[in-house]
T-cell receptor
Framework: DAKTTQPPSMDCAEGRAANLPCNHSTISGNEYVYWYRQIHSQGPQYIIHGLKNNETNEMASLIITEDRKSSTLILPHATLRDTAVYYCIVRAGTDSWGKLQFGAGTQVVVTP | NAGVTQTPKFQVLKTGQSMTLQCAQDMNHEYMSWYRQDPGMGLRLIHYSVGAGITDQGEVPNGYNVSRSTTEDFPLRLLSAAPSQTSVYFC??????????????FGQGTRLTVV
């Protein structure tokens, strides 16, 4: 699986949009981009994933650049409960869940 | 639909004791796995299974055993607990290991302390 690069931390004001960048310049054509978050040592929580097109669900939006070398997770209206470590992962099929590497992620702190 | 359920949530063991961490999922997922997470670190894979009767080692398998007799359950056994096994353990499941378009779901973790 391709490696990802994320900023180590970022702050966001409550009610504002949080834009979390991820660089995955070596991504392969069959690899999906996944986002998870981990709140205070709870189990990682799935947020969203995509291959080429932008995706949106009830939690967030995922914007993938046309060359697929980077992506941005958007939390449209951040709340205090969104304070967490956010992980960007790229994976294909085969046995890549078995070798899942979350890396260091981005620590997001939402402030009142 | 409970998702991935881990028991117990907390456990304290003495060095040399054995125990089993339980993991169950009700989503008919074929893939299940166990990870450990040490303070300030990422997840490290211990063992995984791609279906009933099939298991394989991950990155850090020593000191742990697994078996998968049913689709739903994937217990993790600590044979002789050591202080180095103090960690938070997460179980995860996914519909298919072979499809890049399927997400994994995680349990809420078991905090294990070995004294």
């Amino acid at each position: 699986d391709a490696k990802t690069t994320q900023p180590p931390s970022m702050d966001c004001a409550e009610g504002r949009a949080a834009n979390l960048p991820c660089n995955h310049s070596t991504i392969s054509g069959n690899e999906y981009v996944y986002w998870y978050r981990q709140i205070h040592s709870q189990g990682p929580q799935y947020i969203i994933h995509g291959l080429k097109n932008n995706e949106t669900n009830e939690m967030a939006s995922l914007i993938i650049t046309e060359d697929r070398k980077s992506s941005t997770l958007i939390l449209p209206h951040a709340t205090l409960r969104d304070t967490a470590v956010y992980y960007c992962i790229v994976r294909a099929g085969t046995d890549s869940w078995g070798k899942l590497q979350f890396g260091a992620g981005t620590q997001v702190v939402v402030t009142p | 639909n409970a998702g991935v359920t881990q028991t117990p949530k907390f456990q304290v063991l003495k060095t040399g004791q054995s125990m089993t961490l339980q993991c169950a999922q009700d989503m008919n997922h074929e893939y299940m796995s166990w990870y450990r997470q040490d303070p300030g670190m990422g997840l490290r894979l211990i063992h995984y299974s791609v279906g009933a009767g099939i298991t394989d080692q991950g990155e850090v398998p020593n000191g742990y055993n697994v078996s998968r007799s049913t689709t739903e359950d994937f217990p993790l056994r600590l044979l002789s607990a050591a202080p180095s096994q103090t960690s938070v353990y997460f179980c995860a499941s996914s519909y298919s290991i072979w499809d890049g378009n399927t997400e994994a779901f995680f349990g809420q973790g078991t905090r294990l302390t070995v004294v």
